[in-house]
């Protein structure tokens, strides 16, 4: 659920977060870091090294061949389904959507849900993958604009004590530095029998609702299927349920693990699932194909399915001035080790794109918006921003990138051969909170707003 926090070293930044102050500061922050300077090392080029690295890997041309080969193979499958079917075969439009962690970061996916049944063309998808906030929005986004108003108010009313209560000295004997029962009150208050009912159906008309968690002992990332539960609805199936929402929005060490019993050859074991976003940032499912039906090359085909990726968060972090703490620097760490999980997964999805012809789509918070550093305070105020701006972009001409990380406009990588360098706007320039207050480079004002967003969006042409 949270981006910034990952695994056993989540306790670890805590703790320094929490005691590092009371024990002094032996080293002093660096004055003049680019970051303290209110520079975006992502702007600090080696003109020639640079020049060089990017006109040896041509990521736009890449791209851009990248996609001739998926349209092509999306062709090619068409033709041989058609061949297999015999007469022409018309095949219905499939789609599938896969929603990311990133905590309170969730409003920004809520809004781009509202924004898109607002807009008059949300499909209706045939599978929807959820992991950590992203499986507590899957079951409103799997069930249609009808739930957008408990949707709407999941990510803007309500508030970090309505989700969890922090318990900091109870960690010191327990496995958690919070307690997750008013957020297990959230869960179990839309699990009602309408709701219940509505998964059931959608799952025996052949859609598909899966939650991804992690089981920690085993370190293993595990795919539950929500719709099945629903469907069978026997003794304990809404409990389960309830427990797999809540492991996969469980960071290690700040939330509690979800306790599932599971029966193996007769004998009852307990594993621990916690957040999904510990081993896969986002994960894709295939839409759902009748077991007689399997053998058919046509049925089992994909090209043409669309793949809609909503990410809680940017795909880039934002620069910020660290603090001369270890467990701060090692918390640092672990957020831009999630980053850049996120973004291998988004391009490894885009492979099996091309690979099956199917077609991408990614919605992430834009790089000029100046969201929050923390994504585990859940504030009104705050979230509400964040939910609107997902209704804006998904409102706008341009409200999805069909291409994936790293070949958008200063996503290449850094290349340097010394420490010599200049300054290249690559990207939005946004203040950089510090010591002494916001920072931005000398010739980048700060606004009345107190940022530089990136240049709104324009609204689609009637």
Not at 232 to 259: I, Q, T
């Amino acid at each position: 659920m949270v981006r910034t926090c990952a695994g056993g070293l989540l306790v670890t930044a805590i703790g320094l977060l929490v005691l590092g102050p009371s024990f002094g500061c032996r080293h002093r922050m660096i004055e003049n870091s680019p970051a303290a300077s209110g520079f975006n090392t992502r702007d600090l080029i080696d003109p020639a090294s640079q020049a060089e690295s990017e006109e040896l890997t041509p990521i736009d041309q890449l791209a851009q061949t990248a996609e001739l080969l998926r349209k092509e193979r999306q062709k090619k499958l068409e033709e041989q389904s058609k061949k297999e079917g015999g007469a022409a075969v018309t095949k219905p439009k499939r789609n599938v959507l896969c929603l990311s962690g990133g905590g309170s970061f969730g409003a920004y996916s809520a809004g781009v849900l509202v924004g898109w049944s607002e807009r008059g063309d949300r499909p209706q998808f045939d599978v929807v993958t959820g992991i950590s906030t992203g499986a507590l929005i899957a079951p409103f986004a799997f069930l249609g604009p009808k739930y957008d108003p408990q949707l709407k108010r999941f990510y803007t009313e309500l508030e970090s004590r309505d989700l969890y209560r922090l318990r900091p000295l109870r960690a010191l004997v327990s496995e958690s530095f919070a307690d997750t029962s008013p957020m297990a009150a959230q869960i179990d208050g839309f699990l009602t029998p309408e709701a219940m009912a509505d998964l059931a159906e959608a799952h025996r008309q052949g859609r598909r609702l899966y939650i991804g968690t992690t089981e920690e002992e085993g370190k293993q990332f595990v795919v539950w299927d929500l719709g099945a539960m629903a469907a069978r609805n026997g003794p304990g199936d809404r409990a389960l349920m309830k427990k797999v929402l809540l492991g996969s929005a469980a960071p290690a060490g700040f939330f509690p693990a979800a306790k599932i019993d599971v029966t193996v050859n007769g004998q009852v074991f307990t594993e621990r699932h916690v957040d999904g976003g510990v081993s896969q940032s986002v994960f894709f499912r295939p839409p759902y194909v009748a077991p007689e039906q399997r053998s058919d090359v046509a049925a089992r085909d994909l090209a043409g399915t669309k793949v809609y990726v909503i990410v809680a968060g940017k795909l880039y972090a934002d620069p910020e001035v660290i603090q001369p703490w270890s467990l701060a620097q090692a918390g640092k760490s672990v957020s831009t080790l999630i980053y850049a999980q996120t973004r291998g997964d988004l391009q490894r999805l885009y492979t099996i794109c091309l690979l099956t012809g199917m077609d991408y789509y990614v919605s992430a918070i834009p790089q000029g918006y100046p969201a929050p550093l923390s994504s585990t305070e859940f504030k009104p105020k705050v979230m509400t921003a964040m939910f609107e701006e997902g209704r804006r972009v998904v409102a706008s001409s341009e409200p999805w990138r069909t291409l994936p990380p790293g070949v958008g406009p200063g996503e290449s990588t850094l290349s340097r051969a010394g420490p010599w360098l200049t300054f290249q706007q690559r990207g939005p320039i946004l203040p950089i909170s510090g010591r002494k207050g916001l920072s931005v480079p000398p010739q980048y004002p700060v606004s009345d707003r107190g940022s530089i967003p990136a240049g709104p969006l324009q609204p689609p042409e009637k």
